[in-house]
């Protein structure tokens, strides 16, 4: 009989991974409160939005040098 361990089947994945997005949205989110940049209905709606922690980490980023929170979303 073949062992499933948890943490390798799809759906400790799927966790895995809601788990990353959320900790990206909240990162985005704290980054501008702690630099004092206000943050919109629009601009949070956009953000929670979000799915991929691969988006929510190039926001982050740009979050720590943006003046105002809809530079999150101009492409370079």
């Known amino acids: 009989m073949a062992i499933q361990y948890f943490w390798r089947h799809p759906l400790a994945e799927q966790i895995r991974e809601e788990g990353r997005v959320e900790v990206g949205i909240e990162m985005v989110l704290r980054i501008l409160e702690w630099r004092g940049i206000p943050v919109s209905a629009a601009v949070r709606k956009q953000v929670r939005a979000c799915s991929d922690p691969d988006q929510l980490t190039a926001w982050a980023q740009r979050a720590v040098h943006a ?5 999150l979303f101009v492409e370079e």
């Open 67 to 71: 003046t105002d929170a809809a530079e």
